[in-house]
């Protein structure tokens, strides 16, 4: 980390910095803000919320000069949110310098911004549709531009902006600096840099959790009809005090609990179909602890409020991000720890990854826990649990018996027969039967309706190839910024509408950074 003052920044800009507060320079800042001044080409790698934003604005308000008259920068963002967002914190960068910005974006009066323009801005802000129908306008002209910004550049790209780019970086000078920065690396973006940046310097910034989510997820690849035996020896390994099952159907649910009773868990199910009664006879026996496993369907689960949940396993997984947010928050409440697993089949894989993408977390992959991991997580808990009876005493009437018997037996060999009666040899389930779900398909984007413009690029695409749905994209971090770690599951109370859905659908429109699916306006067709 870098002190702002190390950086050669004129006064004016300095002023600004102190005046936001900003003590020192966050890690992709230190790294860009001299590379951005000497007039490299630059690509920077990282996430959102590492304050991206000022280290290509410094650089850029430090160079300008106020009796410009030209835009003489553009930067392009995905989104008009985005737009706004970085808009808003170049203006307040630049306030001391009194250098004049302008976002640009769909869905906004074009009228207003051509009376804006005549302002003479030095930047513009803009998602690349609305700047191609300015230019096409002749409102917005880019003869004099000597810095573009390529803003989550990925994102731009699973958007399907990739021509609109391409046809707008053509008509900048060549003589220009290009700054492009993106969370991840995947082969479009280097496309688009070995095309249009020269001898470019890489920075990259790993991603930290800003604030560490307290839910520790985790995915396990597994084939439908092992999904049980999978259950049983997670519940075994970890042996969770309370624990949350979801299953995507009734049927699933009643199934599972049965299962799950019958191999000796104390386990319920719950879903719609059960009486107002039932209901409260479940969740009475959940808190107080009587069961420790609890099945049930989303909307079963729907608004239960239940402190000291220590586990929830994704059964089936859910069809929409919201709904997975929604599960895996039933754990990691008010400051405790919290273990997420979710079963994915082969087949879902592609939809695991839309669920990173649109969660913006990354899920680790861990394997399936061996029978002997079971075992021994089983054994442990057993021992724990015999240790906790020694401390508590009372053992006298069973002393007796106790001194007789290991006057006969070894007791090593008394301890382990008692503790194989404890951890109780449940049998290995062919008398389970789980009647299977279908996989759950990967969502794709429709075509966007706005221009005819089809997606590109790796995400969404309309291939059943399974390509779609990025590994890379996940991107772990954002930190609370993602939306998805606690505290930020207020913003997935509308379920309504499936709103990363539309939202991406709508190129020019999405909201960025919650994905969430409250306070979304009426579809404008974007960047028209
Ligand atoms: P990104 O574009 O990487 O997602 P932003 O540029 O939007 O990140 O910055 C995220 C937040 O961090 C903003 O509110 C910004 O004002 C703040 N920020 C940026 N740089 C610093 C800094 N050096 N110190 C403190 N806060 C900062
Ligand atoms: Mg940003």
Known sequence: MKNFADFGLEPRVLQAITELGFEEATPIQSQSIPIALTGKDMIGQAQ????????????????????????VALIMTPTRELAIQVAEEI????????????????????????RALKKKPQIIIGTPGRLLD????????????????????????????????????????????????????????????????????????????????????AYIEVPERQKFEALSRLLDMESPELAIVFGRTKRR?????????????????????????????????????????????????????????????????????????????R???????????????PREMDHLYFIERVTRHRIPRKPLPTIAEAIEGKQRIIAERVLEIIEQGELTEYKGLAIQ????????????????????????????????????????????????????????????????????????SGGNRGGYSKGGSSSYGNRDGGGYNRDRNNSGDRKPRSYSGGERRPNRGGDE
Request: proline fraction near 4%.
């Open 253 to 329: 649910v009643d199934e599972l609990a049965e299962a799950l009773q019958k191999r000796g868990y104390s386990a319920d199910g719950l879903h719609g179909d059960l009486s107002q009664h039932q209901r409260d006879t479940v969740m009475r026996k959940f808190r107080d602890g009587s069961i420790d496993v609890l099945v049930a369907t989303d909307v079963a689960a729907r608004g239960l409020d239940v402190s000291g949940v220590t586990h929830v396993v994704n059964f089936d997984l859910p069809q929409d991000p919201e709904s997975y947010v929604h599960r895996i928050g």
């Open 48 to 71: 959102t919320g590492t304050g991206k934003t000022a280290a290509f604005g410094l650089p850029l308000i430090h160079k300008i000069a106020k009796e410009e008259e030209r835009i």
């Open 405 to 476: 018997l290991l006057e006969q037996y070894d007791s090593v060999q008394l301890l382990a027969a008692a503790m194989k009666i404890l951890t109780g040899d449940k049998k290995e389930g062919s008398d389970i039967h789980l009647t299977p779900e279908d996989p759950i398909r990967a969502k794709r984007r429709k075509p966007d309706i706005r221009s005819g413009r089809k997606p590109s690029g790796g995400y969404g695409g309309r291939s059943n190839s399974g390509g779609g749905y990025r590994r890379e994209g996940g991107s772990g």
């Open 331 to 345: 754990t990691g409440r008010a400051g405790k720890e919290g273990t997420a697993w979710s079963f994915v089949t």
């Open 134 to 217: 300015h230019i096409n306008r002749k409102t917005i002209r880019l003869d004099d531009v000597q810095t573009v910004v390529l803003d989550e550049a990925d994102e731009m790209l699973d958007m399907g902006f990739m021509e609109d780019i391409q046809s707008i970086l053509k008509l900048v000078p060549e003589e220009r600096q290009t700054l492009l920065f993106s969370a991840t690396m995947p082969a479009n973006i280097q496309k688009l840099a070995s095309q249009f940046l020269k001898d470019p310097e890489h920075v990259s910034v790993i991603p930290k959790h800003v604030s560490a989510p307290l839910i520790d997820q």
């Open 91 to 114: 203006g307040k960068l630049s306030r001391f310098k009194g250098i004049r910005s302008l976002a640009i974006y769909g869905g906004q009066d074009i009228g207003r911004q051509i």
